[in-house]
């Protein structure tokens, strides 16, 4: 039958964009998230199973960035792009730092960022002694109101 597709609901040849390939893996590591049997510490960075290394890129809060950060940087180079979708995001909370890194990107286009990672990891830019507390969440401030009682 030709134009009936393959019978799984999407097209051939149709790739989705960043935006979308992005929200789909984070929902692929929610819905995982309430799973029993996900991971208890940082150690399983390095399962087999890529969605228990996606939830372990989080569990390293109580590790100094001297043991984590390497650690999150090499994950940018995980085979899967759940894993080094999660580890940028975590790498981001950790330092407030950006480096352009795009998950989803080819591996050519992905190197150039893991390299400025590395790079600004081996410059001694960071306190590498001591853990790092999460970063704050931003908070909207609200001016008070102009209205009298």
Same mark, same amino acid.
Do not use: D, H, M
């Given at each position: 039958m030709e134009g009936a597709g393959r019978g799984d609901g999407f097209k051939e040849g149709v790739v989705p964009d960043g935006r979308s390939l992005a929200r789909l893996m984070m929902l692929a590591v929610a819905l995982a998230a309430g799973c029993g049997g996900g991971?208890?510490?940082?150690?399983?960075?390095?399962?087999? !199973?890529?969605?228990?290394? #996606? =939830? !372990?890129?989080?569990?390293? #809060? =109580?590790?100094t960035d001297a043991k984590v950060l390497p650690v999150l940087i090499e994950r940018l180079s995980d085979p899967d792009p759940v894993v080094r979708l999660a580890a940028n995001q975590e790498l981001i909370r950790r330092t407030g730092r950006d480096f352009g890194y795009v998950s989803w990107a080819s591996a050519e286009e992905r190197s150039g960022a893991i390299a400025r990672w590395r790079d600004w990891l081996g410059g001694g830019d960071v306190p590498l002694a001591a853990p790092q507390a999460p970063m704050p969440r931003a908070v909207a401030k609200i001016p008070p109101s102009t209205a009298t009682p």
């Open positions: 991971p208890r510490n940082f150690r399983k960075i390095e399962s087999k !199973a890529p969605l228990t290394r #996606a =939830r !372990a890129v989080g569990l390293g #809060a =109580r590790k």
